[in-house]
């Protein structure tokens, strides 16, 4: 048997030799559902263009997840959590200055060639070209903070993927606000977290000096 032989069985056949299946798939994912995943192009080939060149309401809905193009789990709750937190940031994007900050259309590379579009993504205007945001449809930045808002869809390796994929990326903070719940997962790494219910307060540390906001606030103005 040749090299190349060998070598091409090694990436198409799953555990124990067995070739993959649709449920491997699914499971690399993060567990999600299969209505989530385009087939076209198929799964493990798509590129970047790909992305770019779906339909502009599917394009600003789907992530590249290992080649694969993944429809975000999102609803309206949700886009509302997002939305008001973008609003409690906005004297340091419109007064401060300090910051861009991009909602959940808003797509970001990641290492490994992922893009990512955290439900809102906080940049910091010094690391980006003349405090700007670039021109191109994906920002070449990673954010400083990433918030996810977790729906329904979600799944909790999804979620671990994710952080591990924004910590590896250089992202310093990750919050992860969970609606129903009402309380916010604050991480500092892809393992490290502290709890706030809806008593708590979130800071923004080094990345944003001097913000505060009540986690019952957020949740209220959501609703």
């Given at each position: 048997m040749s090299t190349v032989l060998d070598h091409t069985q090694a990436k198409t056949n799953g555990p124990n030799g067995v070739r993959p299946t649709v449920a491997d798939l699914l499971d690399r994912l993060g567990g999600i559902a299969a209505e989530r995943v385009l087939l076209?192009?198929?799964?493990?080939?798509?590129?970047?263009?790909?992305?770019?060149?779906?339909?502009?309401?599917?394009?600003?809905?789907?992530?590249?997840?290992?080649?694969?193009?993944?429809?975000?789990?999102?609803?309206?709750?949700?886009?509302?959590?997002?939305?008001?937190?973008?609003?409690?940031?906005?004297?340091?994007?419109?007064?401060?200055?300090?910051?861009?900050?991009?909602?959940?259309?808003?797509?970001?590379?990641?290492?490994?060639?992922?893009?990512?579009?955290?439900?809102?993504?906080?940049?910091?205007?010094?690391?980006?070209?003349?405090?700007?945001?670039?021109?191109?449809?994906?920002?070449?930045?990673?954010?400083?903070?990433?918030?996810?808002?977790?729906?329904?869809?979600?799944?909790?390796?999804?979620i671990d993927r994710k952080l591990k994929t924004f910590f590896d990326s250089g992202v310093q903070q990750v919050w992860v606000a969970d609606p129903r719940k009402r309380n916010v997962l604050v991480y500092s790494t892809p393992t490290s977290c502290s709890e706030l219910d809806e008593d708590g307060t979130l800071e923004g540390g080094t990345i944003l000096p001097g913000f505060s906001l009540s986690v019952r606030e957020w949740f209220d103005a959501a609703e």
């Open positions: 076209e192009p198929a799964p493990g080939t798509a590129t970047e263009g790909d992305l770019l060149k779906l339909p502009e309401d599917v394009q600003r809905a789907c992530e590249l997840v290992d080649g694969t193009l993944v429809v975000k789990a999102m609803g309206a709750p949700e886009s509302a959590v997002a939305s008001c937190l973008m609003m409690f940031l906005a004297p340091f994007v419109l007064t401060k200055k300090l910051i861009v900050v991009l909602g959940p259309d808003g797509h970001t590379r990641y290492f490994g060639n992922q893009i990512r579009m955290p439900d809102v993504a906080v940049i910091l205007r010094s690391r980006l070209p003349n405090g700007k945001l670039p021109p191109e449809q994906i920002c070449p930045v990673a954010p400083d903070l990433a918030v996810e808002v977790l729906s329904p869809g979600n799944t909790t390796q999804e």
